[in-house]
């Protein structure tokens, strides 16, 4: 099936310190999201991506969605103390021969900072 | 999390036991999914429907059934738990569209023993 490499698997970084993460995939998806999690809680969205080469940003987060289709990175720059989390790469495709829209997410990037 | 209502929030069963886990959204919301969460595996689709009368296969369905008899519910259940089976379950609904914005439950640990 669909399956999403997303690295690295885990980053401990110095508050201020930009940081960067990939996902990549197999398969072409019609758009790539990313999200965050908190400890005990579900993913929260921070950026949607819809098409090939988009680039969005939503405060110090940039995010881009790949040419091939096949992957995306997010940025944070400055980072501060409530970046702490784990961050989830997922990217939705149609599937099947109704083109039922399908969510398939990466295995997460747990980023933690030293202040 | 505001929308997803899903139950039990925690649990432990003993292996070979069966148990349902509940899902319910008030947003008539087409899709709806279940996916389990193990450290370092992200989050992993185990069965979705894109509505009601009609669920598929996620990533690892064994061990698992669901069904949709109405758009509000959709009720992952454990047959014969196995220790395997022990993660955090995390139910969610996405409206069909251009909107993205995933609703997830507040999650399901659950125990095996």
């Known amino acids: 099936g669909q399956q999403l490499n997303q690295s690295p698997q885990s980053m401990f970084i110095q508050e201020g310190e930009d940081v960067s993460m990939n996902c990549t995939s197999s398969?072409?998806?019609?758009?790539w999201l990313w999200y965050k999690q908190d400890p005990g809680e579900g993913p929260v969205l921070l950026i949607a991506l819809y098409k090939a080469g988009e680039l969005t940003s939503n405060g110090r987060l940039t995010a881009q969605f790949g040419i091939t289709r096949k992957d995306s990175f997010l940025n944070i720059s400055a980072s501060i103390p409530s970046d702490v989390g784990i961050y989830f790469c997922?990217?939705?495709?149609?599937?099947?021969?109704?083109?039922?829209?399908?969510?398939?997410f990466g295995q997460g990037t747990r980023l933690t900072i030293n202040p | 999390n505001a929308g997803v209502t899903q139950t039990p929030k925690f649990q432990v069963l003993k292996t070979g036991q069966s148990m349902t886990l509940q899902c319910a959204q008030d947003m008539n919301h087409e899709y709806m999914s279940w996916y389990r969460q193990d450290p370092g595996m992200g989050l992993r689709l185990i069965h979705y429907?894109?509505?009601?009368?009609?669920?598929d296969q996620g990533e690892v369905p064994n061990g698992y059934n669901v069904s949709r008899s109405t758009t509000e519910d959709f009720p992952l259940r454990l047959l014969s738990a196995a220790p395997s089976q022990t993660s955090v379950y995390f139910c969610a609904s996405i409206p069909q569209g251009a909107g993205n914005t995933i609703y997830f439950g507040e999650g399901s640990w659950l125990t095996v023993v």
């Open positions: 429907s894109v509505g009601a009368g009609i669920t």
């Open positions: 997922a990217g939705r495709g149609r599937v099947g021969v109704q083109g039922a829209q399908k969510l398939v």
């Open positions: 398969s072409i998806f019609n758009t």
